[in-house]
């Protein structure tokens, strides 16, 4: 198999095609600094998801850290509410939930996901702005890189990469910090006293930040995120995204303001190349739709500045649908939309109903194997059970055992008076329920077994199962 593939055709050369290694690394990608719509738009969405990542873990509610996944004690804190082990099915809901929704917002708007909230494009934004106030805009930063190495070289590129690392440090503090503690990693780290894991994976988590927005950037838009290689499937002709207006632009050329383009047979486009300088993925969308557009909407924003000092209509690279690129109109009164934006109603309404309703208490009972099916003890038969009380609430609470069963039975337990239960434990007692034998007329019969918070009433849970006597 060839190591060689071929990219486009020379314009001005002899019309060979061109080759280049398989494996060879693209040229390094300067950004031009752009301002408007959709560069505003990110802005007011990255920024908050920003604040919420680094500052929730520094919250506390309860006496807990607001959101803390406790893996050891096989808890998930998540704000006034404890997940635990037996809650698995509802992140696997979740999970579900968001590949629906990705669906949904893919067919209605492309990639938004990754052009606006993906942290891959948040990152990588947020070093390029590194690199931007450390060596300046676009052509300051060629110009840096191709000079000799020098004091000011030295300095501007010292200055990029400490920026770099002190945001890799917070990303992976902020990111083990909900695994951890947050509080008590920073001073553990700082005491040198932190747990060799929580250590290692601070650096680790530092190190691959550094690396992913700091080198790799748009190789993992392109080779790396599935996302970018399945979302063809999840396109229709109606889907809105960043489009090129071919028939308004071609044909496209340089010119002076304020001639008659028109009248030369050109189009709109003066061919700046604005649009590819931009592009945090380094394409042309002039090209037509490529899989590595991630719709970030930053050529928009560079062809409307154009267009604005060429005083002609914006809108030439816009978000629009291939639909009405041909025929003027986008159909958004879809089944396809409308079917993954109904099941995602249903989904989410269900979700919410099962976390609402949910119970912070949840308690097993067995038949205790170690004893007899029954025991006869002074003319009462007598079952013995094993009741285990989890306590997922964050507050500790006292718990009561009684029994309910057939009318006429009178049943007595014995047990401890009062249960207490901790936060998060899982506590187990035995309990004994008997009845006078002259009063059982089958062999068994079912009872139920309620376990009840005393200091919280509505904390109770109700479990069926079976006393058995002789015959």
């Known amino acids: 198999m060839s190591d060689r593939i071929p990219t486009r055709e020379e314009q001005d050369g002899d019309g060979e095609v ?62 006034w509410t404890t997940f635990g082990p037996q809650d698995g099915f509802l992140l696997a809901w979740l999970l579900i939930i968001a590949a629906f929704a990705l669906f949904a917002v893919t067919t209605w708007l492309g990639r938004v996901w990754c052009g606006f909230t993906c942290p891959q494009t948040v990152w990588t934004l947020m070093f390029i702005w590194a690199e931007r106030v450390c060596e300046g805009d676009r052509s300051k930063r060629m110009k840096l890189d191709a000079a000799p190495w020098g004091a000011e070289k030295v300095l501007r590129k010292t200055g990029t990469h ?12 902020a990111f083990v910090g909900y695994f951890y503690g947050i509080r008590d990693l920073v001073v553990d780290l700082a005491t040198l006293k932190a747990h060799p894991q929580g250590a290692f994976w601070v650096a680790f988590f530092t190190f691959a930040t550094y690396m992913n927005a700091g080198f790799l950037r748009e190789q993992v838009c392109k080779y790396m995120c599935p996302y970018a290689r399945f979302q063809s499937v999840m396109y229709d002709k109606d889907t809105l995204a960043v489009y090129y207006d071919a028939q308004r632009g071609e044909a496209r050329g340089p010119r002076k303001k304020g001639i008659d383009y028109k009248a030369q047979g050109m189009g709109d486009c003066i061919d700046c190349y604005w649009c590819v300088q931009v592009c945090p993925v380094d394409i042309d969308i002039r090209d ?3 899989y590595e557009c991630i719709n970030c909407g930053l050529c928009v924003d560079a062809c409307n500045s154009v267009m604005d000092k060429m005083e002609y209509p914006k809108g030439l690279i816009r978000f629009t649908s291939e639909d009405e690129l041909e025929t003027g109109k986008t159909n958004f009164a879809r089944p396809r939309l409308f079917g993954y934006g109904l099941v995602l109603l249903l989904m989410v309404g269900l979700f919410a109903q099962q976390v609402v309703t949910r119970s912070p208490v949840q308690a097993e009972v067995l038949r205790d194997r170690g004893a007899r099916m029954y025991r006869i003890s002074q003319g009462m038969v007598q079952n013995v059970y094993t009741v285990k009380i989890n306590n997922m609430d964050q507050k500790p ?37 008997s009845v006078p034998r002259e009063q059982l007329k089958d062999t068994k019969h079912d009872i139920v077994i309620v376990i009840q918070a005393k200091d919280a009433p509505e904390l109770e849970d109700r479990h069926k199962t079976v006393f058995i006597s002789p015959k």
């Open 162 to 173: 400490t920026i770099w690392l002190l945001i890799s440090l917070a990303t992976a503090l």
């Open 18 to 79: 061109r080759y280049r290694m398989l494996y060879e690394s693209d040229d390094k990608v300067y950004i031009r600094h752009i301002r408007g719509v959709f560069t505003r738009i990110r802005k007011y969405t990255g920024l908050p998801l920003l604040l919420a990542f680094f500052f929730i873990p520094w919250l506390n509610i309860d006496g807990h850290q607001a959101v803390h996944f406790d893996l050891p004690a096989r808890q998930f804190h998540i704000l």
């Open 288 to 290: 037509g739709m490529q």
């Open 397 to 433: 609470h006292e718990f009561s055992v009684r029994i309910e069963g057939k009318a006429g039975y009178d049943y007595s337990l014995r047990m401890q008076r009062g249960i207490p239960v901790s936060p998060g434990e899982v506590y187990s007692v035995p309990i004994r329920v």
